[in-house]
């Protein structure tokens, strides 16, 4: 099973490694849009690049406190699983949006802000309050965020993506990491 996750993250590496990665809101954007112009035309790369998102354990402790839990941590990696060993029929699609939504919005705020969850800041407008639970108990301190909307064009109000985050090196994602928080 390692060696076929191993494979994965070699091919999605692969296909990444063309674009070139940038700690910028607009690089993020440039990203998630590059992936929707492949999902009809080119499966098995937008499979790669929206698997090359998917944390391994090194890249999720850099969103993460180091005081996280193992049990944790190993629930969330459990939930990054399926995205890897799914076929790219299935993997492709994920961040497919309705064509009329082509408007792309990145929207940024610190661990703190998210935690802080102000009235009328771009935490409490953009993310889910889920995030703002998670940024309170799990994420690690001074690292930003992002959610990745995609509207109607006069919309501010459309399909999200949450959670990525500038690993060192490429863009990761934690998703609804919150939904593995114990209730």
Known sequence: MKTVLALLSMAAAAAAQDFKFENKPDNLKAYLVAIQGRI?????TAAAMTRALVCDEARLKKAIRDDAAKDMVDKLLAGFKPM??????KVAPAFKVPADRSECTVHGATTEEIARYEKDSVAYKEFP?????LAASLLRAGVTFYEVEFCKPGEDA??????????????AMLGAAWRALPK
């Open 40 to 44: 009809e035309s080119d499966a098995k």
């Open 84 to 89: 890897l060993e799914a076929p790219d029929d």
């Open 129 to 133: 309050g889920g995030a703002q639970k």
């Open 158 to 171: 459309g399909t999200k993506y949450h959670l990525f985050f500038w690993d060192g090196e490429k863009w």
